[in-house]
């Protein structure tokens, strides 16, 4: 691929170039949200400052401008996950877009939408299938719609070495599965999970596939169609976009059988007081006011990433994560979450720029302080994978993470100012 040069990127990046405390800022946050570069901040003045109207009604020269801009970023952020305007329904969020299809199949449970939504009712005894990797938002709104049903979830453990046993994913998914939904790449773990033979396997017991795409979608060339999932989510401010804005892509035949979650105004043809028909998707999916200029502002973040390259963005990315492996790996008492280090004959996998760590006796949350204090950024806790964070004996890491505007120099200050935490807090021999 075209080779990305980080420098030439950053210039975008204003915030890049303060300080915190008087030193640089070394941002290695960007898992828990990207930062936003000139062209998307500009957009979304942009449109508030020429364009604003609401959108889909009204007669004045405003409201079209604005529902030309707002359905023109529908096309492009579809397009950048490969798929069709009509096929991305604007949400807040991964969270909400999640919950969206959890109460839109529990609304088919109770008989509600077209004839055709049977398919997704779910009787007692049903299960749901997640992993054990999972972000409490793949979680709990499944553990919440199993509550209401009578449905059982289940779970496909993860190894050691942080790949998803498939093997054990064949024997959890079966006749009674009704839905298997799990995340493309881990926040913690950062590897790219087997997407196309879980797939087939759910295919094959006649489950419906959800993918959580939140981490993959800033980092890596993302085909959802491709995928062969039945939906997925992303969330726009981990994807240089701004806050309060996602994607929940949908198969067309699963989004036109599957009836809506929020009801109100903007998804409906007709409604009398008793009753009300809907709108096709993706319409019928968004109830009230759209988060528009954030949709705008979106498209500005994919047409950044796309003419930056994901093949670029995903190659930087692995040198970077590369290096910051290898040298947490030199680092005495360091532990890195689902490292291949731990399983001799493990496949090499693929993932994205971030790793997870333990410092053998020290918090998690002494390690980010000490890293504050010399300006660098890291994410510390259990990073909402608390289920995950058990498996490995632990309550919280430390977490870096990277993106298409990080250095090696600054994964190599991260190294530098770790190498000396535990010494720092007397937790050496
Ligand atoms: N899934 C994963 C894997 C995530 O990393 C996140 C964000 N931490 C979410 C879901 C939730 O996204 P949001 O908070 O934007 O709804």
């Known amino acids: 691929p075209r080779a990305l ?29 990207s930062q936003k570069p000139r062209q998307v901040i500009d957009a979304e003045v942009s449109f508030l400052t020429r364009e604003n109207a609401a959108v889909h009604r009204g007669a004045h020269t405003l409201a079209a401008e604005a529902t030309e801009l ?44 077209a004839p055709a939504s049977a398919r997704f009712a779910l009787a007692p005894g049903d299960e749901i299938v997640v992993t054990e990797i999972e972000h409490h938002a793949n979680l709990i709104p ?26 054990a994913a064949a024997s959890v998914i079966s006749d009674r599965t009704r839905i298997v939904a799990f995340t493309h790449v881990s926040n913690v ?10 797939v087939a396997l759910a295919r094959s017991a006649g489950a419906i596939t959800l993918l959580d795409a939140c981490q993959s979608a800033p980092h890596l ?24 804005i996602g994607g929940l892509y949908g198969r067309r035949e699963v989004l036109e059988a599957l009836p809506p979650f929020l ?18 998707p993706p319409q019928r999916f968004e109830a009230g006011t759209q988060p528009v200029s954030q949709a705008i502002a979106l ?37 890195v979450l689902g490292d291949p280090a731990t399983r001799s004959g493990a496949p090499t996998v693929d993932r994205v720029g ?37 498996r490995f004996g632990l309550t919280a890491s430390v977490r870096a993470s990277t993106a298409l505007y990080t250095t090696n120099d600054e994964v190599d200050l991260f190294l530098d100012a770790l190498s000396g935490v535990r010494a720092f807090f007397g937790a050496t021999e």
């Open 70 to 113: 707002f359905e023109d970023a529908r096309a492009t952020v579809a397009g950048f996950v490969g798929a069709q305007p009509e096929q991305l329904v604007w949400t807040s969020g991964a969270t909400a877009g999640l919950n969206l299809v959890a109460y839109a199949i529990g609304n088919a449970t109770l008989g509600r939408g």
């Open 299 to 335: 498209a500005a973040a994919v047409r950044y990433l796309d003419a930056v390259g994901m093949d670029a963005v995903h190659a930087h990315e692995r040198m970077l994560e590369r290096r910051l492996r290898e040298g947490l790996r030199q680092i005495e008492g360091v532990r």
């Open 5 to 33: 040069d980080p420098l030439a990127v950053r210039e975008d990046f204003p915030i890049l170039s303060r300080s915190v405390g008087g030193q640089p800022l070394v941002y290695l946050d960007s898992a828990a949200t």
């Open 221 to 244: 060339p993302l085909d959802l169609p491709g995928l062969g999932v039945d939906i997925a989510v992303f969330s726009g401010h981990k994807m240089l976009g701004p806050y309060g």
């Open 142 to 167: 499944w553990q919440e719609l199993a509550a209401r049903t009578g449905a059982v979830l289940r779970h496909i453990p993860v190894r050691e070495d942080g790949t998803i046993d498939l093997d």
């Open 189 to 198: 773990l950062g590897i790219v999970n087997p997407v196309v033979e879980l």
């Open 263 to 280: 009801t109100g105004g903007s998804m409906i043809t007709t409604v009398s007081l008793d009753s009300a028909e809907y709108l096709p």
């Open 354 to 390: 971030l790793a997870a760590f333990d410092v053998a006796g020290v918090h998690a949350h002494d390690v980010g302080q000490l890293l504050d204090s010399r300006g660098i950024a890291v994410r510390v806790g259990h990073h909402c994978a608390a289920p995950l964070h058990r």
